[in-house]
């Protein structure tokens, strides 16, 4: 049961839908108190008191924001989406739940002239935390098979209709980043392209052998040497033949494409790229 935690998960890394997510999520929270009141607010008597309780829903922007936002920004190599497992979102949203807490009982007490010590903080928030735990892991739990199944269906139904390529003639000629000519192959031999630091790693076909060739090249200025219809960016950092695409497998995180010739090779495929390759892939 425990090992569904360390299973991939989706990342959201996209900066303005979540800047627009959580916008709304402090929306929700400043009209909530304002209109129901909950947790004995009805009962302050203070000036302006709908402008007091909006600042939770600023304090909640602010505090999902700079988690889901500022961090992914400070420490990219910690939020890599092929290495993003399910107990460390759950990780993640608590973190931004505890900084919303200390943002809340700081305003909270400065705004209403209470005291404010560490060991009252300590309090409140272990009165709050346990709370949160159980909807937290709820939720990430309910995003993480919403995601699994949906994606895991509709690979399956998309395997019905990959149906093998002809062979193609077209010779490509790969050029370093100096323009010079560097690798010479068949478009038929090309299973995918991979970008590797300053360099690109070439993956291809030859004598029903793969064989890698490491290029001194940005997979940006790759793709533009490439301009066929099979050769398509699935990822940041993939290139993939199209016409060698042997079955598609999804996760919580989006699909892998996998080859017939060899199960060692799997390509991500981006959410940002996959409806526009899986329709390729469904309508060839």
């Known amino acids: 049961m425990l090992s569904i935690f360390k299973q991939p998960a989706p990342l959201y890394l996209d900066w303005k839908k979540n800047l627009l997510r959580y916008f709304l999520v402090g929306c929700f929270i400043a009209f909530f108190l304002m209109f129901f009141q909950p947790f004995q607010t009805d009962r302050l008597n203070i000036p302006n008191k709908n402008l007091f309780l909006s600042g939770y829903g600023v304090i909640t922007f602010l505090g999902f924001s700079s988690t889901f936002i500022g961090l992914p920004k400070l420490f990219p190599t910690q939020f890599v989406e092929e290495k993003w497992i399910l107990w460390k979102q759950i990780l993640l949203t608590l ?23 560490f060991k009252g903080f300590l309090g409140f928030y ?10 937290v892991v709820l939720i990430s739990l309910l995003d993480y098979i919403y995601h699994l199944k949906q994606n895991q269906n509709f690979a399956q139904n998309l395997n019905q209709h990959i149906v093998p390529k002809p062979q193609s003639t077209n010779e490509l000629k790969l050029k370093d980043e100096n323009g010079k000519e560097d690798l010479a192959i068949q478009l038929d031999q090309l299973i995918f392209i991979k970008a590797a630091n300053n360099y690109v790693e070439i993956n291809y076909l030859e ?11 940005s ?23 199209m016409d060698k695409a042997g ?16 199960a060692e090779f ?18 060839q």
């Open 266 to 283: 799997v390509v991500p495929v981006s959410r940002s790229k996959g409806k526009e390759l899986l329709a390729i892939l469904k309508n």
């Open 126 to 135: 272990q009165l709050v935390l346990p709370i949160s735990i159980f909807p």
């Open 247 to 262: 079955r598609i497998t999804g996760n919580a995180q989006g699909y892998k494409i996998h080859f017939p010739f060899s």
């Open 219 to 241: 997979i940006k200025n790759i793709e533009e040497q490439l301009p066929y219809p099979s050769i398509k960016r699935c990822h940041r950092s993939y290139l993939i033949n």
């Open 95 to 117: 973190f931004a739940l505890s900084l919303t807490f200390a943002g809340c009982y700081i305003y909270m007490n400065t705004s209403l002239n209470y005291s404010t010590s």
């Open 207 to 217: 004598e029903e052998k793969i064989k890698k060739y490491l290029l001194r090249n």
